[in-house]
């Protein structure tokens, strides 16, 4: 509530202003006085009901205390939330690609006598140089990959130890 004090603008108050502070300064002391005494309310003073109404909600606490562990309580809340929503995207997820893998296996049924002709033209013609040097991509793939495998296992099992 206001005090006689908190409320002054940086510019001097007029007359009137100082007035009309001091008559709602005495109101709310006149209406935590009431309320302290417990008189019956005014029927005709709607402005120190709503002051005496703002000192008994300010005079009574608005909860209990929070509980001790409450933050293991809601971190224990949004792990199983965080778990539930995981869950719930896996078999989103799976559900979508079952139903994708169904419709291309009906697609390729209905459509796929009309596709390998299409797809066997597409197919270039090798020649003998040519099915080298693939050869020798495809090879160079496999040691690479069979490298970077060898090094991710070497990573996970951790450092050697040399007796």
């Known amino acids: 509530m206001n005090t006689p004090n908190d409320r002054f603008p940086q510019r001097p108050l007029s007359h009137a202003d100082r007035q009309r502070l001091d008559a709602e300064w005495l109101a709310q002391e006149r209406a935590i006085e009431q309320e302290r ?13 709503e002051y005496r109404l703002i000192a008994r909600a ?9 509980p001790f562990d409450l933050t293991a309580q809601i971190v224990a809340h949004v792990e199983r939330a965080q778990q539930f929503g995981e869950r719930v995207e896996f078999w989103l997820l799976r559900g979508l690609g079952l139903l994708l893998a169904a419709v291309a296996a009906v697609a390729v049924g209905v459509y796929g006598a009309d596709w390998v002709p299409a797809f066997a033209e597409l197919w270039p013609s090798m020649s003998a140089q040519s099915s080298g040097w693939g050869g020798l991509l ?3 793939l496999v040691v690479s990959a069979l490298w970077q495998g ?7 099992s951790g450092p050697l130890h040399m007796a």
């Not at 005494?37 to 009901?49: K, S």
């Open 138 to 140: 495809v090879a160079c």
């Open 37 to 49: 005494r417990g008189l019956p309310l005014d029927p005709e003073d709607a402005r120190l009901a």
């Open 58 to 66: 300010l005079r009574t606490p608005a909860m209990e205390p929070p």
């Open 150 to 156: 060898m090094g991710r296992l070497m990573r996970a």
